[in-house]
Each structure stands twice: as structure tokens, then as C-alpha cells.
């Protein structure tokens, strides 16, 4: 036990004395980072992983994502959670704005949602462009629907189509409407265990690998057009705010060189985010 007790001691002592031969310049490398608050089909999708090394390689500013539910990315980022919040609810985050929790917003990127379900199709829906009419069916069959039902940029998009075709989807929560509470991943791997249909983002469902017999079945609905904006969270509000840093992540983000980075990321050759930010190139 003493034995342990100094072996203890003597890591204590060997850190705090390596912290302490760090130069002022290694301490301020050390924590020049940021964190942004976003989704999980950014993380999911793998785009992060792809172009977050080139902005870091450029600027030396690690980035730290927090990856969660639209919903949930917001409120951390109003609590101050985060430097700069990047998330697909357009309105949500023009009331973010409006309150003065974040300073200006910005187009980044977008692609679409699309509804998958398995083969056998027991609604009817394959093939369909028109997303209300395709609910209907659904709900009019009363084929197993998974829903996030996490308040997620995905989830909100959901409920405004439901809420639009006036399928009152509260009334079959538990029956053949079931919310999951999880994430777009565990949300099409329950759909796919269930053998359910389900709302994804185009980008999310091209990364994931579970994908059994399911296939797109509704899909190119002006309705389904997924747009992601990027907001810097306002360090007068909150002082914590890494403004600098996180303003110059936006400016590369919504720049030549991020819109470029975001183009050039596909999977099995499909591109997954469109970028549409002020820096992108003209199609």
C-alpha cells in the first residue's frame, strides 16, 4: 500500500513538473481550441473528421465538437455551452439570434431528407415525390413509422410535415408512430430491426452501414431540403466565448477554402453537403 502511495506521488510530482517546463507559448497551443455545439449527422456523417484537420493544420485552433440533437445543441450554446453552434433548424436558430444568444447567422451547407422503409413496402410509398401524400399512406396504413422524437433539427423537420398533412402523430405515439429518443443512427437501426420507416438526412443514411433490405423510398420534395447555418454564440453574453478563434473558424468555414472542403468530402462516391455559403463556387 505504501509502495502504491509514493508510486502515486511520484506521477503527481513528474506532471506538475512537466506542466511547469511548458513555455508560455506551449501553454497557449495547448488551449487554443473551440468548441462547437452541433448535430449528429455532421459527426455521423463523417464530414467533421474530413475537414476539421485542414482548418486546424491552417490555423493551429483544434476543434472540439459536441455532437447532439439540434434541439439539445441550441440550448447548450444558449447556457453559454460552446463558441459557436452549427445545426440545420433554420427558424430555431433565427430565434437563437433574435435573443441574443448568438451574433450573426450564416448559410453553410445543405442536402436533403429523405424517407427510407424496407423493401416489402407495406404502405405503398416507393417511388413517391410528394412527402405529405407519402405520410398519409403511411399513417392510413398504420405501418411502423420510428420517429427521433428527440427535438433534433431531423425531428423538427418530422413533426412540421406530420403537422402538415394532419395526421395528429401524438395520438399514435406507442402503436404503429414510435419515437425512439436516440439519434438518427440508433434511430434507423431500430427502424431496420422493427422493419419501419423512418425520416433521415440524405447524409447520414448514405454512412450508415446497417442498412439490411431498407432502401429510399420518398425522396426530391421541395419540402425535404435540409439547410445548415452556422452561428457564432455572442461573447457579450456569455464571456467564456472564444470569439476570435471562433469567428475565424466561420469566416473558413463559410470561405473558399471550407465551402471547397465540403464539396470535395463524398462517401462511395456520393456527395453528402452542398455548400452554399458566401464562399462557394458558383455550379
Known sequence: MLRRRLLTLAAMLALAAGLSALSPNDTAAAEKFIIVQSTTSTQNSGLFDFILPKFTKKTGIEVRVVAVGTGQAIKNAANGDGDVLLVHAKPAEEKFVAAGEGVKRFDVMYNDFIIVGPEKDPAGVAGMKDVK?????????QAPFASRGDDSGTHKKEQSLWKATGVDVAKA???????????????????????????TDRATWIAFKNKGNFKIAVEGDKDLFNQYG??????????????????????WLIGAEGQAAIAAYKRNGEQLFFPNGPGAKPS
Do not use: C
Open 133 to 141: 401524400a407519402a405520410l398519409k399512406k403511411i399513417a392510413g396504413a
Open 173 to 199: 405515439s406507442g402503436g404503429w408512430y414510435r419515437e425512439t429518443g436516440s439519434g438518427m443512427g440508433a434511430t434507423l437501426n431500430t427502424a431496420v430491426g422493427m422493419g419501419a420507416y423512418a425520416l
Open 230 to 251: 452556422v452561428i457564432l454564440v455572442n461573447p457579450k453574453k456569455h464571456g467564456n466565448v472564444k470569439a476570435t478563434e471562433g469567428q475565424a473558424f466561420i469566416d
